[in-house]
Each structure stands twice: as C-alpha cells, then as structure tokens.
Nanobody, 123 residues
Framework: VQLQACGGGLVQAGGSLRLSCVAS????????TGWHRQAPGEDRKLVAR???????DYADSVKGRFTISRDNGKDTVYLQMNNLKPEDTGVYYC??????????????????WGQGTLVTVSS
C-alpha cells in the first residue's frame, strides 16, 4: 500500500487547511488511517484516526477543530483543520493499517506511511 499526502501550506492563525491522503491499495483493504504531526525537535504524535467502519479518534489538542473523514470511492482520507494555531505547525504524515486475505485464507497485514506534508501556522 502506497500513501500520498498533500495539502499542507502556510496559513495564519485562525485559518483552515485540508490535508488529503490517497491510498494505492493494490488489493489490500484499508482497516484504519491516521494523521500524525511531527513538530520540530519532537516525536511524531497521533492527531486523528479513522477506521474502516467510520469510528474516529482525536488528540485532545485538536478536538472540536479538526475533522477526519474518508471517501472510500476515492481511497482518500481527509483531515479538515480549522481554527489553526501556531502549535499545530509541523510535518503531517498519514499512515494506514491494511490487510489482505488470499484464496488460501492466508492473512497478510501491512502498515504503511506516506511522505509528510508541511503545515506552518503563523501567529
């Protein structure tokens, strides 16, 4: 599974951006997709996650401001980011847990990362 992330940019505090993560599934089923942020000098942290069933989870710092959604027909997961703050600055990565069961009932599990997209929020 290959993931392509895009949509980052420079925005003023209070502004909005929408990130997209497009998956090339190659026959795999995407079970869950997440967005993570890595600020300068910090570890990568989960921002939001959505399962194949539509269940969502958010970091406390983004609840009420960010919305994760998916378009299964386009194999795309979006992260709508509103009321952005300078502390939202960082490189945003999407990841996916995927699975495939073949004709012999052999299950393969896969975890993939996309390349990052930079979000910069100015004060």
């Amino acid at each position: 599974v290959q993931l392509q992330a895009c949509g980052g940019g420079l925005v003023q505090a209070g502004g909005s951006l929408r990130l997209s993560c497009v998956a090339s599934r190659s026959g795999f089923r995407i079970d869950a997709t997440g967005w993570h942020r890595q600020a300068p000098g910090e570890d990568r942290k989960l921002v939001a996650r959505i399962t194949s069933g539509g269940s969502t989870d958010y970091a406390d710092s983004v609840k009420g401001r960010f919305t994760i959604s998916r378009d299964n027909g386009k194999d795309t997961v979006y992260l709508q980011m509103n009321n952005l703050k300078p502390e939202d600055t960082g490189v945003y990565y999407c990841d996916a847990d995927a699975s495939h069961r073949d004709d012999n009932d052999v299950l393969t599990l896969l975890h993939s990362w996309g390349q990052g997209t930079l979000v910069t929020v100015s004060s």
